[in-house]
């Protein structure tokens, strides 16, 4: 499978507690993306990079938010100290530099806090 | 700050009926719209992307237009399946420079059989 990797699908926690995703993408693409989404609602962005550099985060991104993508390849977010206002899907996605701009998502990784 | 709007929320259609889905937004100095489809608990599938000098594009019975200037498109989907049912999301790029996407709230289909 060559599209974009996350894992894990699923992370129940208990608030307080600390969870880190981590993101594979599509191996040629230099581009990276988190964005989170609640129920009902389309995905918002978050952060992303270009191979190893964070270039923008968006203000949702609390201090608790950390995001990182050591040798440009795949990435991690990491919620400290997690609140139940933390519970979303967080979904990673990929592109090339240039081009038309295609994002392709991956299927998301679920967090429940509770 | 770019606001996408799709309506209505929610649709319900007979089998074999075509699917209009709306999607407008309020800044038109875009660099390209995609449409996504989107399952339960699932991530994003893309189905289409228009850039912004294009008016349409189509994949087998999905077509989608974009008329930049009032700041909306549409997605079309003929002769509609069970299996068309899902959420579709409609995102649009502003800048070349980074390929950010604002997302509407999308419209959740049920193609009834």
């Known amino acids: 499978d060559t599209g974009v990797s996350q894992d894990p699908r699923h992370k129940i926690t208990k608030r307080g507690q600390n969870v880190t995703f981590r993101c594979d993408p599509i191996s040629e693409h230099n581009r990276l993306y988190w964005y989170r989404q609640t129920l009902g609602q389309g995905p918002e962005f978050l952060t992303y990079?270009?191979?190893?550099?964070?270039?923008?985060k968006s203000r949702l991104l609390s201090d608790r938010f950390s995001a990182e993508r050591p040798k440009g390849s795949f990435s991690t977010l990491e919620i400290q100290r997690t609140e139940q206002g933390d519970s979303a899907m967080y979904l990673c996605?990929?592109?090339?530099?240039?081009?038309?701009?295609?994002?392709?998502f991956g299927e998301g990784s679920r967090l429940t806090v509770l | 700050k770019q606001e996408v709007t799709q309506i209505p929320a929610a649709l319900s259609v007979p089998e074999g009926e075509n699917l209009v889905l709306n999607c407008s937004f309020t800044d038109s100095a875009i660099y390209n719209l995609q449409w996504f489809r989107q399952d339960p608990g699932k991530g994003l599938t893309s189905l289409l992307l228009?850039?912004?000098?294009?008016r349409e594009q189509t994949s087998g019975r999905l077509n989608a237009s974009l008329d930049k200037s009032s700041g909306r498109s549409t997605l079309y989907i003929a002769a509609s399946q069970p299996g068309d049912s899902a959420t579709y999301l409609c995102a649009v790029g502003k800048s070349s420079n980074d390929y950010k996407l604002s997302f509407g709230a999308g419209t959740t289909v049920t193609v009834r059989a």
């Open positions: 990079f270009q191979n190893e550099a964070q270039l923008e």
């Open positions: 228009i850039q912004s000098s294009q």
């Open positions: 996605a990929s592109s090339l530099v240039r081009g038309p701009g295609e994002l392709f």
